[in-house]
């Protein structure tokens, strides 16, 4: 299947709504701060995080965050750069593409590994498991807040039409 640039559009789209959140009208570091928070607490709430555990355990989180948020820039500029480009790409360019791009997924393989151990160390095996469980429930409450923002007239479009 070809990824056209509407394709790619669409899917960076939704990427940054699951990992910005629902407060995409705030300023932007009040957002990232409010969506943290929200996430902390609603992970914190549903985990039942000992002191202990949430001490050592949102470090990890937002190293490993930190770390897939450098390989989705790669992997966007990448594609960015295919987009606009592959009309007139080599064999050997396209090659030399796809290489890259199959890196990035195997770079995202190995820091999900690696973290799984670590979060298994810090929270044991129940709650690792609950914790994966939980980041898609946490996507959809996220996605949710968003189109329940949206509908309700809030946001810098509302009220101009």
Not at 29 to 56: P, T
Not at 140 to 159: E, Q, Y
Request: net charge positive.
């Amino acid at each position: 299947m070809a990824i056209t640039a509407t394709t790619t559009k669409v899917l960076v789209t939704f990427m940054l709504m699951c990992f910005t959140g629902a407060t995409v009208f705030a300023q932007p570091g009040d957002q990232m701060q409010r969506f943290k928070e929200e996430k902390i607490a609603f992970f914190n709430e549903k985990l039942d995080f000992s002191e202990k555990e949430a001490a050592e355990f949102w470090p990890l989180h937002d190293d490993l965050h930190n770390r897939k948020m450098k390989v989705n820039e790669d992997e966007k500029t990448l594609l960015n750069y295919y987009n606009s480009n592959y009309a007139a790409m080599s064999e050997n360019e396209i090659d030399e593409t796809i290489k890259k791009y199959m890196d990035l997924q195997d770079k995202r393989y190995e820091l999900n590994s690696e973290y799984h151990d670590k979060f298994v160390r810090v929270i044991g095996k129940k709650k690792t498991m609950r914790l994966y469980a939980l980041e898609r429930e946490f996507r959809v409450h996220i996605l949710h807040k968003f189109r329940a923002g949206r509908g309700s007239g809030k946001g810098p479009h509302r009220g101009r039409d």
